[in-house]
Nanobody, 127 residues
Framework: QVQLVESGGGLVQAGGSLRLSCAAS????????MGWFRQAPGKEREFVSGISWSGGNTYYADSVKGRFTIDRDNAKKTAYLQMNSLKPEDTAVYYC????????????????????WGQGTQVTVSS
């Protein structure tokens, strides 16, 4: 069992940056692959980025590739999402999620692949 708490959201102007953090409880953080998703009002939750247990494999949605960077610090039990060059269309509630496996098997973008979710943090990008 793991509990996830996101932080770092807020209001930023287009072109700005934010760094989201996802702090995990429990002793086995390093055995979980981690992901970030987002959900805008009236839309389905969508994949943003994923990272394997060691950080050796990372995955990004096309819409954020080159602007967002996922990272993790297993010693601190924390995953991060650095978001640069933010756009108004990035506005959403951002969720971190943990998967009961160190790796992905082609299924990193699927909501059903994750077993634990945080409560979300709001990111608002003004134009």
């Amino acid at each position: 069992q793991v509990q996830l708490v996101e932080s770092g959201g807020g209001l930023v102007q287009a072109g700005g940056s934010l760094r989201l953090s996802c702090a995990a409880s429990g002793r086995t953080f390093s055995t979980y692959a981690m992901g970030w998703f987002r959900q805008a009002p009236g839309k389905e939750r969508e994949f943003v980025s994923g990272i394997s247990w060691s950080g050796g494999n990372t995955y990004y949605a096309d819409s954020v590739k080159g602007r967002f960077t996922i990272d993790r610090d297993n010693a601190k039990k924390t995953a991060y999402l650095q978001m640069n060059s933010l756009k108004p269309e990035d506005t959403a509630v951002y969720y971190c999620a943990a998967r009961n496996s160190p790796y992905y098997y082609g299924d990193y973008a699927q909501v059903e692949s994750y077993h634990y979710w945080g409560q979300g943090t709001q990111v608002t990008v003004s134009s």
